[in-house]
């Protein structure tokens, strides 16, 4: 089959198909995605795509066991995410939020300097490996660093909160990180 007579055989089935698949999704999105990939295996299997109204309906046929691929994924992403949200609630019942004045400074802070500081601080990173995971160079980490610490000191300050224990708190992960 050219590519003229699969043009032909996608402008004769795309509507019936999306209706179809409109039926059986959730979502308007979802269909598109089985349609979108009903038409994808019938381009690469366009040898075997029959001629006249059976094309329809070999694409219908397509179309059911894309979405019941769909709808198997969709079962294993509910499973998932069901088991992350009860280890979730477990681990959220062990530690009680943090409203602290210290947290509500750090809360205050940039997205990226919370983010290298907890990197830090929480995960234990090294300068090297943090410029791994943010994607810079060590040099790059370790000027941010310094500046993200200044900045979080000054906020403390600010806050009237003495910053040389937090400061003491950032000097405990390892002394790598904090080059």
């Known amino acids: 089959m050219d590519e003229d007579e699969f043009a032909a055989v996608y402008e004769r089935t795309y509507r019936p198909l999306l209706a179809y698949a409109l039926r059986r ?19 690469r299997r366009a040898a075997e795509l029959p001629s006249g109204d059976q094309a329809r ?3 219908y046929g397509v179309a059911r066991r894309v979405l019941a691929n769909h709808r198997r994924g969709e079962r294993r992403h509910a499973v998932k ?7 979730l609630t477990v681990l959220a019942a062990g530690a ?14 940039s997205d990226r300097d919370r983010e290298l500081l907890a990197l830090v601080a929480w995960e234990g990173l090294t ?3 943090i410029a791994q995971v943010l994607g810079c160079s060590r040099n790059a980490v370790g000027v941010r660093l310094h500046r993200a610490r200044k900045r979080f000191a000054r906020a403390l300050k600010e806050a009237g909160i003495d910053p040389v224990p937090a400061a003491c708190l950032a000097r405990s992960a390892p ?5």
């Open 25 to 43: 999704c959730a979502t308007p999105e979802d269909a598109a995605d089985v349609v979108a990939e009903t038409f994808t295996i019938a381009w």
């Open 57 to 59: 309906l070999w694409l």
């Open 81 to 87: 995410t069901a088991v992350l949200r009860a280890e």
């Open 96 to 109: 009680p939020p943090d409203d602290s004045p210290v947290a509500r400074v750090f809360d205050g802070l």
């Open 127 to 129: 300068g090297a490996e």
């Open 175 to 179: 002394q790598e990180a904090l080059t």
